[in-house]
């Protein structure tokens, strides 16, 4: 069983930054594609970013340049850097996890992202 803890999220104002830090425990982590998404009150769930097991990575188009993504798999964690950031950030935050040649997929709790204005 693949668990995925997220942490870093809470109140920051507009333009400023957080890192946001999914553990994961479980599985093989260097052999899972990661990704982080996120949902806003009354939306769906978005994708943020993902980054593939060989570090490849891809990013929503309303993030790019501002957002990073990033793996350490010595440390079993993906993180997402965020900064320069927007009122329509805040939500919340899920990390997931793509595991095995069946893809299935895992997911953190959640971590609230507040921006005020």
């Known amino acids: 069983q693949v668990q995925l803890v997220e942490s870093g999220g809470g109140l920051v104002q507009s333009g400023g930054s957080l890192r946001l830090s999914c553990a994961a425990s479980?599985?093989?982590?260097?052999?899972?594609?990661m990704g982080w998404y996120r949902q806003a009150p009354g939306k769906q769930r978005e994708l943020v970013a993902t980054?593939?097991?060989?570090?490849?990575?891809n990013y929503a188009d309303s993030v790019k340049g501002r957002f990073t993504i990033s793996r350490d798999n010595a440390k079993n964690t993906v993180y997402l850097q965020m900064n320069s950031l927007k009122p329509e950030d805040t939500a919340v935050y899920y990390c997931?996890?793509?595991?095995?040649?069946?893809?299935?997929?895992?997911w953190g709790q959640g971590t609230q992202v507040t921006v005020s204005s």
């Open positions: 980054i593939t097991s060989g570090g490849s990575t």
């Open positions: 479980g599985s093989i982590f260097s052999r899972n594609d």
């Open positions: 997931n996890a793509v595991v095995g040649i069946l893809s299935f997929l895992f």
